[in-house]
């Protein structure tokens, strides 16, 4: 397998230098034309998290690209629904995404992988597996069928464990449950005998709200403080080890991509790296403040995950793994290629940053 380059096909007037990237495009000409591209998403306009990233990343495009593409972006419902994009982008009713990968489930179990997997890689972890591993070629491997090419463009850090109508005490308070939650974390949770529900983020207080479920995770906290769900369930339980990353993708039609100059390729790629990092630092800084919020005017009672339910989701996050890796040659590879990385970095993390954060809180 041919690793894909990070900046693809990527021309001479395109330098890197030092780490810092100069692009020097060709202005803009009738000749030329402008390419209008319309952007569908997964997320209500311009939602704290991913909605304001989708919206920057559109502006970012336009931007690097000196105006030779232009980005209309359609919040979900507006002309896809919020988890009719893959679709969408695959049949060209629109020509790109912004979503999660876990928000594919139904189309291959392994895509969920590209968003997060319980007990997995953090963050920086799963970008590493991507950039300096064999995931992005994995990833594109696996979303070929449907004509599509898959870019990490955004993430809301990791996740809590969710909103609860009533306390977890103990395993069996997770019996019989109705939970909004998505990905492989829904398979976890339904073998502690959660009833997943799949809704899509808009819907998320109002089934709080309407007891047609009794419990939900989104993301981290500035976008769950943005979406009130704290208004309908007040336990706020953590943290969320059935989504320690919170990557989405940008989704682009294959036939979209292959038309594209090289330099157009790069301007992609480069502006969804960009709005990986940007996003991945604004929920770590916002995130932090609207969980002192939250917790300040105690509209959020923060609880720690009992022990036994920790337990019995690390046994059940193995055996969804294995069903994963079981279902063809394709995802046994991204499965094994996952735990490879996961294993490698294992011993950097309990040496370095774990160490360190252990020792910065001793003090």
């Known amino acids: 397998m041919t690793k894909t380059p990070i900046i693809p096909n990527l021309p001479r007037r395109a330098v890197l230098t030092g780490g810092a990237l100069a692009v020097s495009l060709a202005a803009p000409s009738l000749a030329q034309g402008r390419l209008s591209l319309s952007m569908a998403t997964s997320w209500g306009r311009l939602v704290p998290g991913p909605g304001v990233s989708a919206q920057r990343l559109a502006e970012s495009i336009e931007a690097l690209s000196g105006g030779r593409i232009a980005v209309k972006v359609y919040p979900a419902g507006e002309r896809v629904p919020a988890l009719g994009v893959f679709d969408a982008v695959a049949n060209r009713s629109v020509d790109l995404g912004h979503t999660a990968a876990a928000f594919n489930a139904g189309k291959r179990r392994a895509a969920a992988m590209f968003t997060a997997v319980p007990f997995g890689m953090t963050p920086g972890e799963h970008a590493a597996w991507l950039y300096d591993g064999d995931g992005l070629d994995l990833w594109r491997d696996l979303y070929a069928p449907f004509n599509l090419v898959p870019l990490m463009a955004s993430n809301t850090g990791p996740s809590m ?45 109002v089934g709080l709200k309407a ?14 403080e943005a979406l009130r769900l704290f208004e309908a369930a007040r336990y706020y339980t953590g ?10 993708e940008l989704l682009v039609n294959a036939d979209v ?50 022990e036994d339910v920790v337990e019995a989701a690390r046994e059940a996050s193995r055996e969804v793994m294995q069903g994963v890796a ?19 970095l294992a011993g950097y993390a309990s040496a370095l940053p774990g160490a360190y954060m252990a020792m910065r809180a001793d003090g």
């Open 161 to 205: 464990g969710g909103w609860f109508t009533k306390p977890i005490e103990t395993l069996a308070d997770m019996r019989g449950l109705r939970m909004r939650i998505a990905g492989l974390g829904g398979a976890v949770m339904t073998a502690l005998g959660v009833s997943a529900v799949s809704l899509p983020p808009g819907e998320i207080g």
């Open 211 to 224: 007891g047609t479920i009794d419990a939900a995770e989104f993301a981290g906290p500035a976008a769950d």
């Open 239 to 248: 943290p969320g080890f059935h989504e320690p990353n919170g990557a989405a």
């Open 257 to 306: 991509w292959a038309g594209l100059d090289p330099d157009l390729r790069a301007v992609l790629t480069l502006a969804c790296r960009a709005e990986h990092d940007r996003s991945l630092a604004a929920a770590t800084h916002d995130g932090a403040l609207a969980l002192r919020r939250m917790t300040r005017d105690e509209a959020a009672i923060l609880r720690d995950w009992p």
């Open 326 to 344: 079981a279902e063809d040659a394709l995802s046994a590879r991204i499965v094994d290629s996952y735990r490879r990385t996961q294993n490698l």
